[in-house]
């Protein structure tokens, strides 16, 4: 079984600061790409940001250069740090990770898991 959970999140003032972290355990072979997505009220869910196994990285637009994501590979843990955060990026923060379970070692195939989220409220 595979868990994701993530911490973090809170309420702060516009022009502040954040930083989510998502732990993914259990039986894990392989974690592939890593993301966070977001769901605002009333929304569909978007992608923040990803990083591959390696260092590539990839933002949306709406958080370039005040949105940073990292992962410690060997915690697989990835990081979200949020700088000059705004009102609109108010919404439920979601940890996403491509990997590889152990009893799918012999398929090699990867499956998509989730967090349960965590909220992020920004204050005008």
């Known amino acids: 079984q595979v868990q994701l959970v993530e911490s973090g999140g809170g309420l702060v003032q516009t022009g502040g600061s954040l930083r989510l972290s998502c732990v993914a355990s259990?039986?894990?072979?392989?974690?592939?790409?890593m993301a966070w997505y977001r769901q605002a009220p009333g929304k569909q869910r978007e992608l923040v940001a990803s990083?591959?196994?390696?260092?590539?990285?990839n933002y949306a637009d709406s958080v370039k250069d005040r949105f940073t994501i990292s992962r410690d590979i060997a915690k697989n843990t990835v990081y979200l740090q949020m700088n000059s955060l705004k009102p609109d990026d108010t919404a439920v923060y979601y940890c996403n990770a491509d990997l590889i379970p152990l009893n799918s070692i012999t398929q090699w195939k990867a499956f998509s898991y989730w967090g349960q989220g965590t909220q992020v409220t920004v204050s005008s």
């Open positions: 990083i591959s196994s390696g260092t590539s990285t």
């Open positions: 259990g039986s894990i072979f392989k974690i592939n790409a």
